[in-house]
């Protein structure tokens, strides 16, 4: 049983950072991807795949989809996609990152995005934190600082984060109204909480991404109990949802802990998801359930096909137009 894993639909990339480092879906690659699910998959809500997975059971060619982060791009487009198709989603939020009027709170790696494309700094030195000093003279250099720092701060505990982060603002000497003006592009707007309201109107499902979108695994109890437990109670007291579910941040094994797995449970939560490369089975663990994105669907075709679940699509013409540029990095 697959669940898919989608962060922003965008009509074009921000920036060449994004386009090659994060990859977020263009419209039309998603639309492909959509009419490829309509063909050959059963699209169904989440809650079917965890209830099939509590009775032992299989769903043939059951499929969820899911976004996280709660961009606007996937109010705007994908959103009005799916409903063409008759398909539902869980939608994932970080609830201390909803735009609000007044509120000035980007998502960590869309600020690092503006800093770097607006720095006028040819190098950094990180030496204390163990990169040494990195050139930025170009963006082939900035590209490799900023995938080499990414995949690096998803295991850097709390305190030594918040240092670096701190250096970088120092270093690179970014007005901080620069970078606001910089993140006014549709391409990194956040919903607003009418929107993730009428999302829920319209169907769909909205669920947890904490609250500040922290590697779970780098912060202390009382923090997780803020993260998880408190982005809960902010959608039940936005949203009047009692049935909440949990998108892990970042998802892959080094990002989650044990600690967090077990506030999760204690908070009220009934299943969370991870970025977990893996096809769910009837004893996958709710808490720990596996996402893959489009383009890892298309690579697993083969797989899929030498399965009982699948034999029947042994033909399944998936194509590589239909995968579109999606293979992002895990948030």
Known sequence: MIILTYHNIVRRPPNVFNDVV?????VSAFERQMQT?????NVVPLHEIVSA???????????????????????????????????TATFYVITQRVREAGRYAPVDFDRLEALLQLTKQTHVDLTEFGFGVMPLADDEAKLDFIKKLTKQLKVTPA??????????????????????????????????????????????????????HPALSQIDETQLEFEIGGSLQDLRERLGRRDLT???????????????????????????????????????????????????????????NDSTTFAHHRSTPFGNDAA????????
């Open 22 to 26: 994060r990859k977020w879906d263009k």
């Open 37 to 41: 699910l309509a063909e050959y998959f």
């Open 53 to 87: 997975i509590r009775a032992g059971k299989t769903l043939n060619r059951a499929c969820a989809i899911t976004f996280d982060d709660g961009y606007h791009g996937d109010y705007l487009y994908a959103a009005p996609a799916l409903e063409r198709f008759g398909f």
């Open 159 to 212: 305190a030594i984060k918040k240092n670096l982060d701190a250096s970088l603002d120092r270093q690179l000497a970014v007005p901080e109204e620069n970078i606001a003006a910089y993140l006014q592009q549709e391409a990194y707007q956040m919903m607003n909480w009418e929107e993730i309201a009428d999302l829920q109107g319209r169907g769909f499902t909205i669920g947890s991404h904490t609250r500040t």
């Open 246 to 304: 949990l998108a892990y941040p970042f998802g892959k094994a080094d990002h989650i802990s044990a600690a967090a797995a077990a506030v999760a449970q204690r908070a009220g939560y009934s299943c969370a998801l991870t970025s977990i490369k893996e096809i769910n089975t009837p004893t996958t663990d709710v808490f720990q359930l596996r996402r893959i994105g489009f383009k890892d669907l298309m690579k697993m075709n083969g797989a899929l």
């Open 324 to 331: 579109g540029e999606h293979d992002r990095a895990a948030s």
